[in-house]
Structure formats: structure tokens, C-alpha cells
């Protein structure tokens, strides 16, 4: 699904909407809060949690060292997002629609951890299964090798 350039540009657009969310809950706060202005927020984060399972589900462990770290620092971002957002919702009186939100935050991030650790267990059976494969092969391809030579001494 993702190219090392495309999910190097997924990462970066993830860290430019937490940015972006940063400094709207940013102005939220200075501004005071509405239902309004938070929901936009609230949707805008489950749209960067949603690119965040996105990036994960499709490179399940093949990530560069720099890509590794630029997605953990999203993660972080996010979880700093999410207690200021709660901390603004709370502040509001909104407890009860941040809860129901995160409620189904936390659902499809639990569904998404299950998914993302099938995949690497199926890829890690797929890796052993092709060094057994290539395994059986040298050995047959080692076997042909000595009964060719062995014909070949036999027939002089």
C-alpha cells in the first residue's frame, strides 16, 4: 500500500494535523471552548489515529529506523493531544461525548493492535516457510550435484 516515499510523506502529513490540532486546542483554551470548535477537533483526531493504524497496518513492522521514530513521535503527540482535549471537554461540561468518542478511539485501536500483530505473526510464518523452502532446495540441488558427479565418475 505505502512506498518508502509515500509513508514517509503519510508520517509527515500525521505530524503536520497533530500540529495543526495542537494549535487549535491551542486557541480553544485561550478562546474558551464550544461544542462546536471541539468537535472539529475531535474529528480531526480520529482522522490522524485512523492515518496512524493506516501507516502501521501497512508496513507491520517494516518501517526505516527514521520512519520508526517520526510514527512513535506521532504517537506521542497524539496521547499529549488527547489528555489536553479531555482536559478542555472536561472543563466544558462535555465529559460524556469525549468519553463516548474515546470509547470508539479505543475499540478500533484494539482491533487494529489484534490486526497488526496477525499480520507480523503471518509474515514471520511466511519468513520461516521460505527458509524451509530454500533449505529443502540446497539440500535437493546438493543431492543432484553428487549424483551428477557420481554418474560422471561412474561412466569414465
Known sequence: MFGIGETAAAISGILSAL????EGIATVKESGANAGSLGALVSRYSTVEQ????VEQAKAGILTVKQSLDLSLAKRQAETFNRQLRDAMLMTGQ????????????????????????????RAKRRKELKEVALVLSIAFGVALIAIAGVAFWMR
Request: glycine share 0%; no cysteine.
Open 95 to 122: 465529559a460524556n461525548v469525549y468519553n463516548e468518542v474515546i470509547a470508539r478511539v479505543e475499540e478500533s485501536k484494539a482491533a487494529h493492535a489484534k490486526s497488526v500483530a496477525n499480520l507480523k505473526k503471518a
Open 19 to 22: 500540529r495543526a490540532l495542537n
Open 51 to 54: 492515518k496512524i493504524q493506516e
